[in-house]
């Protein structure tokens, strides 16, 4: 896909997610939403469906041409797809924590070419287009500078099907190295703070492609070192990310990926 086209895409998806955001911020602000559970701390509002709807539609109006696929009514993949969370944060969201977004990316051909992240509470949207780099409200943003482990801060991701134990030690072998940890209860904006320079990277074990096909178009537009995530099981099972800079994604990694 040509950059012309992904930026006129880009400036309706962030009409669309602007007008979504504001009014899921009124709900939540007013605490006017219903809550059930779909596993154990897997939680869901009437809130995220009714967003979902809300995108689903103003996105086949604008682009008919393009499949959609979100985290609570589904869909199809194709060549060019939506994958869309409407609130990534859910648990944050329905406990009136002020940390929550709406996450749309753009796959072409089962990769991600642009992402937009809006965060209604901040009042920022975060973009990235392959190819044109990455915006906070307009300006450019780049992932943080090559700094020691010692002086790092990694985003950590984590939910019931992850490895509890491995999670653990992870932290363990953060701490024993000074590097500090950010545990926040959204994927996409630990993607987001990661592409921004907020923390120096992300690591979460299992996550869905919802919650980060538009984080790693801005994370990679944003100069982030990005692992492989897109394995043919991610939208069943889901899998492993992790951003960073160049300078430390080996060392995260290696810190990662350890037994």
């Given at each position: 896909?040509?950059?012309?086209?992904?930026?006129?895409?880009?400036?309706?998806?962030?009409?669309?997610?602007?007008?979504?955001?504001?009014?899921?911020?009124?709900?939540?602000?007013?605490?006017?939403?219903?809550?059930?559970?779909?596993?154990?701390?897997?939680?869901?509002?009437?809130?995220?469906?009714?967003?979902?709807?809300?995108?689903?539609?103003?996105?086949?109006?604008?682009?008919?041409?393009?499949?959609?696929?979100?985290?609570?009514?589904?869909?199809?993949?194709?060549?060019?797809?939506?994958?869309?969370?409407?609130?990534?944060?859910?648990?944050?969201f329905v406990r009136g924590v002020p940390h929550w977004?709406?996450?749309?990316?753009?796959?072409?051909r089962g990769r991600p070419v642009l992402g937009v992240?809006?965060?209604?509470?901040?009042?920022?949207?975060?973009?990235?287009?392959?190819?044109?780099?990455?915006?906070?409200?307009?300006?450019?943003?780049?992932?943080?500078?090559?700094?020691?482990?010692?002086?790092?801060?990694?985003?950590?991701?984590?939910?019931?099907?992850?490895?509890?134990?491995?999670?653990?030690?992870?932290?363990?072998?953060?701490?024993?190295?000074?590097?500090?940890?950010?545990?926040?209860?959204?994927?996409?904006?630990?993607?987001?703070?990661?592409?921004?320079?907020?923390?120096?990277?992300?690591?979460?074990?299992?996550?869905?492609?919802?919650?980060?096909?538009?984080?790693?178009?801005?994370?990679?537009?944003?100069?982030?070192?990005?692992?492989?995530?897109?394995?043919?099981?991610?939208?069943?099972?889901?899998?492993?990310?992790?951003?960073?800079?160049?300078?430390?994604?080996?060392?995260?990694?290696?810190?990662?990926?350890?037994?």
């Open positions: 896909m040509d950059v012309t086209d992904l930026k006129r895409r880009l400036d309706v998806v962030e009409a669309t997610l602007a007008e979504a955001g504001q009014a899921a911020l009124i709900r939540f602000r007013a605490r006017d939403y219903e809550v059930n559970a779909k596993g154990r701390q897997d939680l869901v509002s009437d809130v995220d469906r009714e967003t979902e709807t809300a995108l689903r539609e103003a996105l086949a109006r604008a682009f008919p041409d393009t499949g959609f696929y979100g985290e609570e009514s589904g869909g199809a993949v194709g060549d060019l797809t939506w994958v869309v969370d409407p609130i990534d944060g859910t648990s944050n977004c709406l996450s749309v990316g753009l796959l072409h992240i809006r965060d209604p509470n901040m009042n920022e949207t975060f973009t990235g287009i392959a190819g044109a780099g990455a915006r906070l409200n307009g300006q450019p943003i780049r992932v943080s500078a090559g700094r020691p482990l010692s002086e790092a801060t990694l985003g950590l991701g984590f939910n019931l099907q992850s490895d509890r134990v491995r999670h653990a030690a992870l932290i363990g072998r953060l701490l024993a190295r000074d590097c500090l940890y950010r545990f926040m209860g959204s994927g996409a904006l630990g993607l987001a703070w990661a592409a921004a320079g907020r923390t120096d990277g992300f690591w979460e074990e299992r996550i869905m492609p919802w919650d980060v096909a538009a984080g790693l178009a801005i994370a990679e537009a944003a100069g982030a070192c990005v692992s492989d995530y897109w394995s043919p099981e991610c939208w069943a099972v889901g899998n492993s990310v992790l951003v960073a800079s160049s300078g430390l994604a080996p060392a995260f990694a290696e810190l990662a990926c350890s037994s």
